[in-house]
């Protein structure tokens, strides 16, 4: 995943957590980080997190396996999102 100044690729969501700690995120495209449209759904493992040598911080990778598209989790990403967006707007226009 991958994005340069708020556009390009993106997991959002976390859903149907297994026991071994894996669950169902959503590949969106974004624009100025706003979900645009979904691209896919997939089921994530953390993996291990290792230390790196040139660079300060640690490093997490991630094992996903393509799911069917989870349609309750993309309403709810764009409900969710969305809507605050639309709440900010009204309240920005009656408070103006």
């Not at 993106?10 to 979900?35: C, R």
């Not at 969305?82 to 226009?93: C, P, Q, T």
């Amino acid at each position: 995943m991958r994005s340069i100044n708020g556009i390009g690729i993106t997991l959002y969501g976390k859903s149907d957590v297994n026991q071994d700690g894996s669950y169902i995120a959503t590949k969106w495209f974004i624009f100025l980080l706003l979900p645009i449209f979904p691209i896919g759904s997939y089921r994530v493992w953390r993996g291990e997190t290792k230390a790196t040598a040139l660079l300060p911080g640690a490093k997490t990778e991630y094992r996903v396996t393509r799911v069917k598209l989870n349609w309750k989790q993309v309403l709810k990403t764009y409900s969710i999102i969305w809507g605050i967006l639309i709440l900010a707007g009204v309240l920005l226009i009656y408070f103006s």
